[in-house]
């Protein structure tokens, strides 16, 4: 392949390519999922998920959380057979433009972005994945309305979120039903 949106490495050494090709026949418009363990300069293609776009992922004990951002949902994928992933349960998110999801070191929290004016980020009950509930839902310091979230990541108890216009966000997320910005 030629172009990815995003790449992920699990702690299992396959990469995950995101956002290839969209739309064209040269590389899957979901994920590519690559095997680095062999040889990590010429990795051997281990299978793909075309049923959507995933602008974003990131995958944990063979499961991934990836980002359909046209769809506005994030989606549970199960990637233990690389061969053939398939999909465990999906949610949409606040603003039903779902472009970044990340998840809790503790496996029961997934936290999200809606790449989209007044947007929030948003923390989901992710524990019982036939069950997902909202729990809380956080913008900016700002307060004007007009911010955009980019990306989301989880640091410990914390997040640390990119945005277009009001730069980056430190979150205190060790209780998420009650997100605080502390930075």
Known sequence: FDKAHNIFIDENGFLYAFGGSQGSDTAPYGVMILNL???????????????????????????????????????????????????????PTSCNFTHNAWISDDGNTLFTTDEQTGCYIGAYDVSDIYDIEILDQIQSWSG????????????????VTSYYTDGVTIVDASDPSNLVEVG
């Open 37 to 91: 363990n062999n040889d990590p300069m010429n990795p051997t293609l281990e299978g793909s998920f075309d049923d959507f776009y995933l602008h974003d992922g990131m995958v944990r004990d063979n499961m991934l959380w990836g980002s359909a951002i046209y769809e506005g949902v994030f989606i549970v994928i199960n990637v233990s057979d690389k061969s053939n992933p398939y999909i465990m349960s999906s949610h």
């Open 144 to 159: 004007l309305g007009n911010v955009v979230p980019h990306n989301t990541h989880v640091a410990g108890n914390y997040l």
